[in-house]
């Protein structure tokens, strides 16, 4: 009876953290936009996966990283800890398209030239038809060299409280390219 219990209680949690907070589904579209991590060349590299599974086209607009906790010594520019990175593509429906984050943190965090470590938290805004919106990601502590990333923790709590946006700024091209 207490496995049963228990096991209802983890299931109501689990069902209750996905339909509240930042990580809430939009309803009628199924855009899954994350930060996941993947071995290339024999080095891990970050990049944001923006997973269509609806049946509808959705316009990635950007993505926006901020830094915290940043702990860097020699590099080469001043570090602004806060970066934009256009997208300006459509997700196909049942489609996944990755984009590399690896240059958009280095830039961020000043071009270190030695090893590095912060917390990423990030934001993407996209649009499906006429209505924007925008889903938070999870923070991850990242612990880096140059452009390779040599250790990784999912933090528990957001790291960072983005300013939302009504809508991007650059919507010229954006809004004839999904007509």
Known sequence: MLLLTGALAYSGLRIWRNNVGPRRRRTGVDFRPSVGFSWQD??????????NKSST???AEEVEIALTGLSANQQTSEASCHEVRKILQSVS??????I???ET????????????SCV?????RYRVGEEWFEEPMH???LKMIGLTVSGIRRE???????KSHDKPNDLSGASTNLK
């Open 105 to 116: 943190i280095y830039t961020a965090a000043g071009k270190p030239q030695r090893d590095y």
């Open 120 to 124: 990423l938290s990030s934001v993407v």
């Open 93 to 98: 429906p049942h489609d996944l398209l990755p």
């Open 57 to 59: 086209d959705v316009w």
């Open 42 to 51: 024999g080095f891990n590299s970050v990049a944001l996966l923006l997973a």
């Open 139 to 141: 923070s991850y502590k």
């Open 100 to 102: 590399s984050l690896m």
């Open 156 to 162: 528990r709590k957001f790291a960072y409280d983005f």
